[in-house]
């Protein structure tokens, strides 16, 4: 109990809030504002809370401007703002601290267990459109387009926000290969290594086998040495 207040001060005074503009828009982007259940249609000029919620229209972008972040978001993608942040190593393992501790089974009082797929929602996830699977895919593009756009750690964390709150997205291996080839970028291989042993239980093709089960020979005699 004492590690899991400590890692929630500790993200809580990292996590300072933000406020983002919309810079340019081609085509259409709606958002969820605060915890209003109803999109609005975003503009050039719309400023918006790190508690929103964005979703660009296919053939659609967007750009977002925060403080020391700039991001496009392209098509059929979706990202919750306060994603947008640059993080150091350190926070990125202390971030997946975190989410693992929320992705874990929990019990009740019964000593039943219990998903924690819907633990640590917010008012957002009440929203049918939010909370259905599709859209849990969309998030998975915006957090892959958070690592193109340069925040490669931030993206990881979203990813992994996802899985937990769309549990089917995990059984999608090439993003899980994606998010996993970052950690194995950062040299974080302890991570990465539980990821791609993850991963080999899925529903892979003969080219993912394979470097899947490269990466992890690669790994173990790294942690060797």
């Given at each position: ?66 403080e020391n972040v700039s991001v496009t978001l392209n098509g059929s ?11 150091s190593t350190e926070e990125l393992l202390l971030a997946l601290a ?54 490669k750690e931030s993206a990881v964390v979203a990813a992994k926000e ?64």
């Amino acid at each position: 109990m004492k590690k899991i207040f400590f890692l929630l001060v500790m993200i809580s005074l990292s996590a300072l809030p933000q406020n983002f503009e919309i810079i340019k828009i081609n085509g259409k982007a709606i958002a969820l504002l605060n915890s209003s259940d109803s999109w609005v249609e975003l503009k050039s000029g719309s400023k918006l809370s790190a508690n929103s919620i964005i979703e660009v229209d296919k053939n659609s972008s967007v750009k977002i401007v925060g403080e020391n972040v700039s991001v496009t978001l392209n098509g059929s993608s979706a990202i919750t703002l306060s994603s947008l942040k640059k993080m150091s190593t350190e926070e990125l393992l202390l971030a997946l601290a975190m989410e693992n501790i929320l992705s874990a089974p929990r019990k009740n009082k019964k000593n039943n267990s219990q998903s924690t797929a819907v633990y640590g929602k917010n008012d957002f996830e009440k929203n049918p459109i939010v909370s259905n699977d599709e859209f849990g895919l969309k998030r998975l593009n915006g957090a892959k387009q958070l690592a193109e756009n340069g925040l490669k750690e931030s993206a990881v964390v979203a990813a992994k926000e996802v899985y937990r709150k769309y549990p089917s997205t995990k059984s999608l291996p090439d993003y899980r290969i994606y998010f996993a080839d970052i950690l194995y970028e950062k040299k974080l291989y302890e991570e990465a290594l539980d990821d791609y042993k993850d991963i080999q239980t899925l529903n892979l093709s003969e080219q993912q086998k394979e470097k899947v089960s490269q990466r992890i020979e690669e790994i173990k005699k790294k942690l060797v040495k």
